[in-house]
């Protein structure tokens, strides 16, 4: 799991803010990687977003961490 150490009173909204960047960065890239190995045909991008995010998600609940 991502650490950050704030000295403000919303340091937990700014982590979770920061943890729900991290996981749309890293489905992001997972979709950029799904559509490259396809040859980034056009009209699959929802299906790559969709596949990427519950790979991610899954990987996430068997690990439990980023």
Do not use: H
Request: glycine letters at 6%; proline letters at 2%; a negative charge.
């Amino acid at each position: 799991m991502t650490t950050i150490k704030t000295n403000g009173t919303d340091s937990a909204a700014t982590l979770i803010e920061v943890e729900k960047a991290i996981l749309q960065r890293r489905i992001a890239e997972a979709a950029y990687y799904r559509a490259q190995k396809r040859g980034f045909e056009p009209g699959f991008e929802e299906e790559d977003w969709v596949e990427a995010e519950r790979e991610i998600l899954c990987a996430l609940q068997n690990t439990g961490d980023f």
